[in-house]
Each structure stands twice: as C-alpha cells, then as structure tokens.
C-alpha cells in the first residue's frame, strides 16, 4: 500500500498508546496509554479530547451496553463511568502484581472480555490469559508465551488469533463460542527475532480483523503494519512515520479509518527526532472496512 495518506488523531504524543476501541454509539476514539496511567477518548469529528487518570497501568478496554467501559489495570478490573467520571473497582488481580500486569484485551464474540497477561521479567514463558465474564474471571490456560498480545476472531466465530510479542510468534487458536474455550490449533506464522538480522520487521503487537476476515498486526519496532490472509499469507504491508506502533482499531462511520496507537517510552532521542511521530496517535484510510467490536456483557 504505497502513498498512504497518514493523519494524526491526538497531538499528544503517548508513553505507552494501546488497545485503540471504536465506539460506534458515540463515535469516538478510545485509548489507554499504559505508563502514563491514563484511559483516553477523542471525537474526530471535533477533536475534543478527554482523559481519565487510572490508579495503576491501564491496557485494555471493553464498552458495556450502558456505555460504561471495563478497564483492566495491573491492580484489577475497573469499571469507569465515561459520563460522571466515577470509577468502581470489579475485581482484583490475580497475579503478583509485582512482575505481572494485565496486557492486551479484547471482547470474543459472546461478549466475554479476553485479557492476557505481560511475566515482566521475561526471563521464561509464565504469561497467562485470563476471561472476564459477567464481572467474574477465569483462567483460560498459564504459559506459553510471555507478552499476551495480538487477539482477535475470525468472522465465523471458529479461530482465535494470538501473539506472544516476545517470542515473535502469532498463533491460531480452535475456538468453542458456546463455552469460550480456546484450544491451540497450529502456529500462523513466526517472525525474525535477531534484531541485527536483515530479516529484522518488528514484533507483533495489537491486531484486529476487518470484514473479510484478513488479520492486520502492528509491528513494534518495524515501522510497519501488516495485513495477512486467515492462512498467514503476507497480504499488504504499510509502512508508517514512527518505528514502535503498538496496536489498532477499525473506525469512522464506514469502519474503514484504521486508527493505529504508538509508544515513546525508552524510545532514544535519536529515534525521536527520526520519527517526529513517536507515541503519536494516527489515522489512515482502507479499502475494506473493519468490524463492529461486541459489547462486554455483563
């Protein structure tokens, strides 16, 4: 996808930008920034911004049918009312929250809220992932992977997509609906890992399906968007002003503006001054729209 018109959504630049939601009721943009403790809203059409500080690292965020949303924070799960501002603790965390936090999260096509965990020491697999569902939460499975990233669905509701960004791996799940099980099925595709190598892309990051079912994923430190096939085929690949994009979201009325979040955190300044766009939010239009994200229920 050669020249590509690039827009910035929000000139604040971000510490951690993730898990961008497109809310269709309201028709805006949603974001946590994950370092500087804040859940994010901007309406395009108008620019207003609003920003809600969080007492612990937020990373990801559901709507509910009362348009509230559910945050999951390092502490726990937090419901936060986007008109009043009030917050209401849901459910604590269940990990040492000490060397693990809550990651990327996304609601499965029955409205249950998928969150996986990041192991910070990174020194083995211990990441787990976790399922929200009716405000009570499970263990889906412990293990495996290390930095929990990259989920989605395909549009028959059959396949959950999953990435371990440490392990620059994206895999593909069987997927139970009814019983909100996943079971790994195979790996889709693992990238280059050497960072000194000229295969060197990036690592998968956020990701999110449109509506022909294609998986697009961010690719952290390789400047990059990519649009695989269900199959893992390459597809399309978009190159963009700033080296770290942490995640996506379809949005606009049309659900063909791809909003797409970064990160400057422990970015160099010689990378800043690279990438003018670093921690920026940004905006770019496709050809085939995205989905309607489903409603967390409660």
Same mark, same amino acid.
């Given at each position: ?6 827009? =910035?959504?929000? %000139? ?11 809310? %269709?009721?309201?028709? $805006?943009?949603?974001? =946590? ?5 804040? +859940?994010?809203? =901007? ?10 500080? *969080?007492?612990?690292?937020?990373? $990801? ?9 559910? +945050? ?7 419901? @936060? ?41 990174? %020194? ?12 009570? @939460? ?6 495996? *992977? ?13 396949? *959950? ?26 790996? @889709? ?70 909003? +797409? ?38």
């Amino acid at each position: 996808m050669k020249n590509v018109k690039i827009e =910035v959504v929000h %000139d604040e630049a971000m510490q951690v930008g993730e898990c961008p939601l497109w809310h %269709d009721v309201e028709s $805006a943009l949603y974001w =946590v920034d994950i370092n500087g403790l804040t +859940v994010n809203r =901007v309406h395009p059409a108008s620019g207003k911004f609003t920003s809600w500080k *969080m007492g612990s690292e937020p990373s $990801a965020i559901a709507a509910d049918a009362d348009n509230n949303l559910v +945050v999951a924070t390092r502490k726990g799960f937090v419901r @936060l009312n986007t008109t009043s501002g009030e917050m209401e603790d849901i459910c604590p965390a269940p990990y040492d929250t000490k060397q693990v936090r809550f990651n990327d999260g996304r609601v499965d096509p029955m409205g249950r809220f998928w969150v996986g965990t990041m192991y910070e020491p990174r %020194d083995k697999p211990a990441a787990e992932m976790y399922v929200f569902e009716r405000d009570q @939460l499970r263990l889906a499975w412990s293990g495996g *992977m290390t930095n929990s990233n990259g989920l989605a669905w395909s549009l028959d509701g059959r396949c *959950m997509f999953h990435a371990d960004t440490t392990s620059h791996r994206i895999d593909l799940y069987d997927f139970d609906a009814e019983a909100g099980q996943a079971t790994l099925n195979r790996n @889709l595709v693992t990238f280059a890992a050497d960072k000194n190598s000229a295969d060197y892309g990036g690592r998968p990051d956020g990701a999110a399906v449109d509506s022909e079912g294609n998986y697009w994923i961010a690719m952290f430190e390789g400047a990059r968007l990519l649009k695989l096939s269900p199959t893992g085929e390459l597809l399309r690949e978009v190159q963009l002003p700033l080296r770290c994009p942490t995640a996506l979201a379809f949005g606009g009325t049309d659900l063909r503006t791809l909003y +797409v979040t970064s990160a400057s955190h422990g970015r160099s300044n010689a990378e800043k001054e690279q990438y003018p766009l670093t921690g920026k939010v940004l905006a770019l239009r496709v050809d085939v729209p995205g989905l309607v994200q489903p409603e967390y229920v409660r």
